[in-house]
């Protein structure tokens, strides 16, 4: 599987995470598209799995944000 540029990734995550932080508004359309191409990006079929991984394959050292061992993420479930 191919892997996005690392510049691309991050900021589709945090335009993400931005996103999603901020009250409801009509950027809802925008979450569910950028959730979608997270998820074609990492080859994962959830959101949840899909930031698991882009953080792993991002994290210099193999760690996520939150200090997790992220080598289970940085392998996408099949599809």
């Known amino acids: 599987m191919l892997k ?10 945090e335009e993400y995470e931005t996103l999603t932080a901020a009250p409801a508004t009509a950027a809802e359309s925008r979450i569910a598209d ?20 882009a953080r792993a394959w991002l994290a210099p050292d193999g760690r996520d944000t939150d ?3 992220t080598a289970a993420a940085a392998a996408p479930a099949a599809v």
């Not at 996005?4 to 995550?13: A, G």
């Not at 990006?41 to 959101?47: A, I, L, N, P």
């Open 67 to 69: 200090g997790r061992d």
């Open 34 to 53: 950028l959730a979608y191409t997270l998820c074609v990006s990492t080859g994962t079929r959830d959101v949840g799995t899909a930031l698991a991984t």
């Open 4 to 13: 996005p540029h690392p510049t691309e990734l991050r900021r589709l995550v």
